[in-house]
């Protein structure tokens, strides 16, 4: 089970995940990626093209991006509109200026409660939850 996976169902009542895009420049198809993502959550399946995009990042282009919007059922009209819609744009455009102001440089980046996680690993999630939550008691 993926790390995230594990923490969330350690803590379900007090861990929340929220996910932000930053797509990095060094990539020519991580922009077009999160948009078709976001694009993919319009009609409810955010996280298994997600994790499709990550499964096939080295050979992700437009044809790419569009076939796995077509081998997972999608209505590739509403898909393609959306891809385009500039709502989605300023989000992810958004999404990349909070990233700069809260220090990321590459993905993934993982915060809680606003500081960075360096380590990742389950030792380092519990540690900061814990002081997250004492935090929060006092």
Same mark, same amino acid.
């Given at each position: 089970?993926?790390?995230?996976? #594990? ?5 379900? #009542? ?13 990539? +020519?198809? +991580?922009?077009?990626?999160?948009? *078709?993502?976001?694009? *993919? ?20 282009? @437009?044809?790419? !991006?569009? %076939? !796995? ?7 590739? #009209?509403?898909?393609?509109? @959306? ?12 999404? !990349?200026?909070? %990233? ?22 389950? #030792?380092?999630?519990?540690?900061? !939850?814990?002081?997250?939550? *004492?935090? *929060?008691?006092?």
């Amino acid at each position: 089970m993926p790390l995230l996976e #594990q923490v969330l169902e350690k803590y379900p #009542q007090q861990v929340k995940l929220v996910y932000k895009n930053f797509p990095l420049r060094s990539h +020519s198809y +991580s922009a077009p990626a999160a948009l *078709a993502a976001l694009a *993919a959550h319009r009609q409810d399946r955010f996280w298994e093209f997600h994790d499709r995009l990550f499964e096939n990042y080295r050979q992700l282009n @437009d044809r790419k !991006i569009r %076939g !796995i919007a077509a081998q997972m059922g999608l209505d590739l #009209q509403t898909f393609e509109k @959306d891809r385009r819609d500039p709502g989605l744009i300023a989000l992810v455009n958004r999404d !990349i200026r909070e %990233g700069h102001k809260a220090g990321v440089r590459g993905t993934p980046s993982v915060f809680i409660n606003g500081i960075k996680l360096n380590a990742r690993s389950m #030792q380092a999630f519990d540690a900061s !939850i814990r002081r997250a939550l *004492a935090l *929060a008691r006092k």
